[in-house]
């Protein structure tokens, strides 16, 4: 397996817009929490599409597919880091929301993915 373009990944590119919107999100977030959900929230969304493109850098197949699995993760602490912001009444649900939307899309684009590099 030759490594991948990641700019030619929509499931990457979807990934850093998803980062750039909840930089943008958190950004709102009181300042007692920059080193506590702040900084956790953001380090997982950075980690979706940083493991994505480590991935795709690999020259194997199922190494490709283990950096998928570990994106595959932190979208679902991502989700649940995000339903914390609504739940701590940290920031309204509608300006989560349509993180979340765009994350559930992520979600199935990696699964579709790693169910096809194990055909």
């Not at 750039?20 to 300042?31: F, H, I, N, Q, R």
């Not at 989700?79 to 199935?108: G, H, M, R, Y």
């Amino acid at each position: 397996m030759k490594s991948h373009r990641i700019e030619d990944l929509k499931v990457w590119s979807k990934s850093m817009a998803l980062v750039k919107e909840v930089y943008l999100v958190t950004a709102e977030l009181p300042s007692e929490e920059k080193f506590g959900l702040l900084s956790q929230i953001r380090r997982c969304a950075v980690s979706i599409p940083s493991n994505i493109a480590e991935g795709a850098g690999r020259n194997n197949k199922n190494e490709f597919y283990q950096f998928l699995g570990i994106a595959f993760g932190s979208t679902y602490e991502l989700q649940t880091q995000l339903q914390l912001l609504i739940d701590l009444n940290f920031i309204s649900e509608t300006k989560i929301v349509p993180l979340k939307v765009l994350l559930a899309e992520i979600q199935k684009m990696i699964y579709s993915l790693k169910t096809n590099l194990k055909l």
